[in-house]
């Protein structure tokens, strides 16, 4: 059984930073092959998730949602089964639960950006940013 856990979630002041990191387990022989991706969703909002990263499956191709382009950059480790989101400079409006999904992207693709497209997802840790 695929399990992702998730930890570095928070409260911290406007301007500092916090590091999420997901590792995964049950799944170990082709993590190597999935993508992983970076989600959240304010408490507030009843919107869908919202993307935020998504790395390739050899780290090479990385993509961004524009509001944290140059403040958080993804990263992985596929000998420790581990993704690695640092969050820096943050500004309250990035106050929301973060999730991490993992999955086999699509053919032609190596980062995945839409939701439905992860079959995999981590319990979500709590990003909360005071002013």
């Known amino acids: 059984q695929v399990q992702l856990v998730q930890s570095g979630g928070g409260l911290v002041q406007a301007g500092g930073s916090l590091n999420l990191s997901c590792v995964a387990s049950?799944?170990?022989?082709?993590?190597?092959?999935?993508?992983v991706g970076w989600f959240r969703q304010a408490p507030t909002s009843r919107k869908e998730r919202e993307f935020v990263?998504?790395?390739?499956?050899?780290?090479?191709?990385?993509n961004y949602v524009a509001s944290v382009k140059g403040r958080f950059t993804v990263s992985r480790d596929n000998a420790k089964n581990t993704a690695v989101l640092p969050l820096n400079s943050l500004p309250p409006e990035d106050t929301a639960i973060y999730y991490c999904?993992?999955?086999?992207?699509?053919?032609?693709?190596?980062?995945?950006?839409?939701?439905?497209?992860?079959?995999?997802w981590g319990q979500g840790t709590q990003v909360t940013v005071s002013s």
């Open positions: 990263a998504s790395i390739s499956y050899n780290g090479r191709a990385t």
């Open positions: 999904p993992i999955d086999y992207p699509p053919f032609g693709r190596a980062v995945v950006t839409l939701p439905d497209e992860y079959a995999y």
């Open positions: 049950g799944r170990t022989e082709s993590f190597s092959d999935d993508a």
